[in-house]
């Protein structure tokens, strides 16, 4: 089955590492035009230069700085109307919940629930004259099962997971789809992240801790980038039309539920 996005423009956030870039990086490989949204310019700049094909874009923008990347996000999309937006958005610090203060609960929420929303408003009302858009949430597995020591991350994981579900049912007669991917173990700079925290929590060595991880993981191993963004493409194409409301898991089998 061959996956074309020719003709669609893709908007996809946190695009210049990890899941993000693979995702951007398989849809200009479908033939889709990809604008990334990232903090660093000259990293973004040098990003679009490599994906194949042309016309592909980028914003700078810092989504801790809320209103000033929406501001710089509906400048663009007013000019470029997107087709498919990718919500993705790095996850909150690791860290008991009971010690999380409301202040990090609020930056968490504003970051992924509020600037989900607030893009999929702009974008909706051109995805809604032509009967076609795509939105796709990466969020995490916690959404199926808390992962402990992720207090903030798991309650923000809910929340976006119950807004795309409300979203998703809201819209879907005028051939808007609305789909999580849910990602477990995941071999990206925020995994690492977290093996490093609780290598240094538990007082042993990554390497350790690695392996623990991964001896969870019933496939045996880290999942790839690119394996979450073959997904995101068949999502994004026409063959998904009728796919939505959905949050499917890619995490080697390790999420224990159904």
């Known amino acids: 089955m061959e996956i074309s996005l020719k003709g669609k423009h893709a908007l996809v956030t946190g695009g210049s590492k990890g899941i993000g870039r693979a995702i951007a990086e398989q849809f200009a490989a479908s033939g889709a035009q990809v604008t990334l949204v990232a903090r660093d310019a000259d990293e973004l700049k040098n990003i679009v230069s490599q994906l194949p094909g042309n016309r592909h874009s980028y914003i ?114 005028d051939g808007i789809t609305v789909n999580n991917i849910l990602p477990g173990f995941v071999e990206t700079g925020r995994l690492e992240s977290l093996i490093a925290g609780k290598a240094k929590g538990a007082g042993t060595s990554q390497e350790v801790i690695s392996n623990e991880m991964i001896n969870s993981i019933p496939a045996g191993r880290f999942g790839k980038p690119e394996e979450l963004a073959y997904y995101a493409a068949f999502l994004a194409s026409d063959k998904a039309a009728y796919i939505t409301g959905t949050s499917l898991q890619i995490d080697g089998g390790r999420t224990g539920s159904l």
């Open 60 to 173: 700078a923008a810092d989504f801790s700085l809320t209103e000033r990347a929406l501001g710089a996000i509906k400048s663009f999309v007013a000019n470029h109307p997107v087709d498919i937006l990718v919500n993705n958005t790095g996850g909150p610090p690791a860290g008991a919940i009971e010690h999380a203060t409301w202040e990090q609960f609020v930056s968490a929420l504003e970051m992924h629930v509020k600037m989900a929303h607030s893009l999929s408003q702009c974008v909706l009302p051109h995805m809604r004259k032509q009967q076609f858009g795509r939105i796709i949430n990466v969020i995490s597995t916690s959404v199926k099962i808390p992962i402990a020591g992720l207090g903030v991350s798991n309650t923000t994981r809910g929340a976006m997971a119950s807004w795309a579900k409300t979203v998703a049912t809201e819209i879907a007669k």
